[in-house]
T-cell receptor
Framework: ETGVTQSPTHLIKTRGQQVTLRCSSQ?????VSWYQQALGQGPQFIFQ???????GRGNFPPRFSGLQFPNYSSELNVNALELDDSALYLC??????????????FGAGSRLTVL | EDKVVQSPLSLVVHEGDTVTLNCSYE??????LLWYKQEKKAPTFLFML????IEKKSGRLSSILDKKELFSILNITATQTGDSAIYLC???????????FGQGTTLQVKP
């Protein structure tokens, strides 16, 4: 059984650029969520996808968008990068529907630095 | 607004000490309270609590939930240097799939 894998592990971008982060869910998991973790803070919910549809969104602007694919893998896209977007982006998957148990399995994250 | 608050924010102890980490929450339609350990990047699951007063144990770690007072504690006995990490508390609600995390407690265990 493979866990949650994310790519890339590290990347550096400049303000105004766009970035795509990728996530492969754990086998058998059909729900994927994305979280942003700034240095010294807890993870903040960005959004969740279930069966390829967005199912809940946190307090993030529309320039944060996502996709879930039929194989349950997912992408997080961020447009018009700002310095404050520098953070660890965590992907998490779970085997249940969104109304089910909330135990999430996290990937190791993508560390984004915006200069 | 839903929120989760952890205390203390950081803690330094010596091997063999016992520590208690605190987590209070205010979450609409509360369903569950989860504890995660974050050593480098990926938070790893420790416990999920849904019922008041029932202690969950795993080795030297234990946790309990009080749904009346809206808090949970995580205890670690006989701490080891390998327990050094950030401990995250998160609350889940029944009408969404998201977890609301606290800011974490950074634990450092010195030899």
């Amino acid at each position: 059984e493979t866990g949650v894998t994310q790519s890339p592990t590290h990347l550096i971008k400049t303000r105004g650029q766009q970035v795509t982060l990728r996530c492969s869910s754990q086998s058998g998991h059909n729900t994927v969520s994305w979280y942003q973790q700034a240095l010294g803070q807890g993870p903040q919910f960005i959004f969740q996808y279930y069966r390829e549809e967005e199912n809940g969104r946190g307090n993030f602007p529309p320039r944060f968008s996502g996709l879930q694919f039929p194989n349950y893998s997912s992408e997080l896209n961020v447009n018009a990068l700002e310095l404050d977007d520098s953070a660890l982006y965590l992907c998490a998957s779970s085997p249940d529907s969104p109304s089910g148990a909330n135990v999430l399995t996290f990937g190791a994250g993508s560390r984004l630095t915006v200069l | 607004e839903d929120k989760v608050v952890q205390s203390p924010l950081s803690l330094v102890v010596h091997e063999g000490d016992t520590v208690t980490l605190n987590c209070s929450y205010e979450v609409t339609n509360f369903r569950s309270l989860l504890w995660y350990k974050q050593e480098k990047k990926a938070p790893t699951f420790l416990f999920m609590l849904t019922s008041s007063g029932i202690e969950k144990k795993s080795g030297r770690l234990s946790s309990i939930l009080d749904k009346k007072e809206l808090f949970s504690i995580l205890n670690i006995t006989a701490t080891q240097t390998g327990d050094s990490a950030i401990y995250l508390c998160a609350a889940g609600s029944s009408n969404t799939g998201k977890l609301i995390f606290g800011q974490g407690t950074t634990l450092q265990v010195k030899p």
